[in-house]
């Protein structure tokens, strides 16, 4: 198998081919955690809207998009069976600059990282190195169905929250806090193994041992919906021992409404996993919100 861009083609990318590798579509999700783990830690965001913006720009159109950047890389012969409109294996970004973009934006993503203090800083080298470790071989921890969603869900829901709120509060967040980012963040691998659905046939042919691969569609939709499920209980009990019984009934609501979307995936999960990230994921982020509100009031009385 080949990839149709040659590797010393002496030429240059265009600029909606750059953008279209960094994948604008990502970047929604750790840009939600950074503003969820903001909200959650308690402090007024009026006196810290600098470190807000700079961490979201960071959480989403740096790192992310460099995270993308290297997994389209690293993934090209993937991608020539999946999406070979992709703008590597399609040529649009030639010879080695989609591995020249992912670096740059790796030493980027450090530089920026800095403005946000210690705490900040930390959690940028642990997002770097995270999006390394799950493309790039001999590592590559995304040929596991179980690992590399993980690590996908973690530093895409956990760390981003855990960041937005170490960082505005200048401090190691609180019990609570890392709690319940931790388990958004667990949730996140079913998303992840959804997601996995659209490269199915090509993650089979160049062993890529996702869920989907290994288990078949329907059972790995069945592993991902209680995935998603398991922790959006604990958080629901947890807000509810912490005193937040309105906002554990909106997260309960939220999930409920999952159930029902679940439902209606799971009668044919290749079809309809794309239907429920519209639908259901929304709500499982709609919740996320709600508990970090839930858990500036928790922060009140720690």
């Known amino acids: 198998m080949t990839v149709s861009v040659s590797l010393h083609q002496d030429r240059y990318p265009a600029p909606s081919a750059m953008l279209e590798l ?17 909200i959650s830690a308690g402090v007024p965001i009026s006196d810290n809207i600098g470190l807000l913006i700079i961490g979201i720009i960071l959480a989403g159109p740096v790192v992310c998009g460099m995270s993308q950047a290297a997994n389209d890389w690293c993934d090209r012969h993937v991608d020539a069976i999946n999406e070979p409109e992709r703008p590597i294996p399609s040529g649009r970004i030639p010879g080695r600059w989609g591995l020249w973009i992912a670096l740059a934006m790796s030493a980027l993503s450090l530089a920026l ?25 001999p590592i590559r921890l995304k040929r596991s169905g179980w690992f590399g969603p993980g690590l996908v869900g973690l530093s895409y829901e956990s760390l981003p929250w855990f960041t937005g709120a170490a960082v505005l509060s200048q401090t190691l967040p609180s019990t609570p806090v890392i709690f319940i980012a931790l388990l958004y963040g ?9 997601n996995d659905f659209k490269a199915l046939e090509g993650d089979r042919q160049m062993g890529v041992n996702s869920l989907p691969v290994t288990l078949g569609p329907e059972k790995a939709a ?42 209606v995936m799971l009668r044919d999960p290749k079809a309809k996993a794309p ?5 259901g994921v929304l709500m499982y982020v709609s919740g996320m919100m709600v508990s970090a509100f839930a858990l500036r009031s928790v922060e009140a009385f720690w």
Request: charged share 5%; aromatic share 14%.
């Open 113 to 137: 990282g800095a403005l946000l203090g210690t705490w900040g800083f930390i959690a940028t080298v642990v997002g770097v190195i995270a999006a390394w470790v799950y493309s790039v071989e």
């Open 222 to 263: 069945k592993v991902a919906c209680v995935v998603m499920i398991v922790p959006q209980i604990l958080v629901i009990l947890a807000l509810a021992h912490w005193g937040q019984s309105w906002h554990a009934s909106a997260v309960l609501a939220l999930m409920l409404g999952q159930l029902w979307a679940m439902s």
């Open 186 to 194: 667990l949730g996140a691998h079913g998303i992840m193994t959804l």
């Open 275 to 279: 239907w429920y990230n519209g639908t």
């Open 22 to 38: 960094i994948k604008p579509v990502t970047w929604f999700p750790p840009m939600w955690a950074y503003t969820c783990g903001a």
